[in-house]
C-alpha cells in the first residue's frame, strides 16, 4: 500500500496570493513546490526537495525548512533565506501575518521563528513558552485577529502575542486533538470531534457540539461569504471515507458537500480565488 504522509505527493501545505496558489509536497521521499492559477492545472517550480509549509506574503514566498527557501518572483527563481536561526531539523508549519507582517516557521521542541523582513532575515521571540507549537503538523495553526497572533497547537495549547510577536503567553483550549485553526472575523475558531472551539482573544474558549455531530480536519474560512469549509479529520477518512462540510455560522452547524471525488488525505484548505476552468467554470 501507498504510504500517503510519507510519499513524493504528500501535501504539506498550500496558500493563496499574488494571483497565485502554490502548494509543496514530498515527505521523506522528496517532493517540490508547484504553482496554479485556476488550481487544476500546476507547474513544478522547485523540483527534489521536502518542506514543511509554505506562505505567501505582499513580495515574497517562503517554503519553511531549517533551510527556507524563498523567492520574489512568484516561484521562477528561489534562494536561500540564509541562518533561518533554528536549532532543529524539522519544520512543522509555516504562516504568514499579513497585520504583522510576519512569516512563521514552526520547528520541533517548540523552536519558532519570525521574519519581519518577507524571509530575508529571522528572529527568536523575546519570551516563548516551551509548550507553544506542539503537534502542529496538520492540526491547529497560525492565524491573526483583532490585534491578537495566535500559534495553536494540535495539543490545546494556545499561545498568543499582542506585542507583534515579541512576547507571548500560553494558555489552554480545554481539549487535544484539534482541528485546524482559523479566524471567522469575530472570533478564532477550531475543532475536537463533534466539538467547535471559540474564542475572541486566543485565551478565554467557550465550545459547544456540532450539529450534526463531525469531527473537522482540514478548514478554511472565506470572508468573502461568512463560511467555514472543512474536511473530515481523523485516521483513515480519505477515499470513500472521505467527507466535505460548510458551515455559516462559526462552525457550530454543518451541512455536507455532496459533489467531490474521494482521494488521497486532504490536509490544508485555503481559501482563494482561480481564475475560471471547465473543472469549475463559474468561479
Known sequence: DTDCDHHPGAGKGISYGRDYWFATYGWGPPGGIRRSTNGVDW????????FGGIAVGPESVVAGA??????????????????????????????????????????????IVFSSDEGASWWHADAMPDTCGRSIQTAGGIAEGDGTLLILGGDGVACTSTDGGARWSAAEVGQ????QLVWDG???????????????????????DTTPSVRVGAAAYSPETGTIVGV????????????????????????????????????????GWVEPSPACPGS
Request: proline share 1%.
Open 186 to 208: 469575530e472570533a478564532f475558531v477550531t475543532f475536537s470531534n463533534g466539538r467547535v472551539h471559540r474564542s475572541a482573544d486566543g485565551v478565554s474558549w467557550t465550545s459547544e
Open 176 to 179: 487535544d486533538g484539534l482541528g
Open 43 to 50: 507547474t513544478e517550480v522547485l523540483g527534489e526537495t521536502t
Open 66 to 111: 531549517r533551510n527556507a527557501r524563498r523567492t520574489t518572483d512568484d516561484g521562477e527563481s528561489w534562494v536561500d533565506t540564509g541562518d533561518t536561526t533554528l536549532s532543529v531539523w524539522n519544520v512543522r508549519r509555516v504562516g504568514y501575518l499579513a497585520e504583522a507582517g510576519l512569516f512563521v516557521l514552526v520547528a520541533d521542541e517548540s523552536d
Open 232 to 271: 473530515r479529520g481523523g485516521w483513515r477518512t480519505w477515499y470513500e471515507d472521505q467527507l466535505f462540510w460548510r458551515s455559516t455560522d462559526g462552525g457550530r452547524t454543518w451541512e455536507e458537500a455532496g459533489s467531490f471525488t474521494g482521494s488521497h488525505p486532504i490536509r490544508f484548505v485555503e481559501f
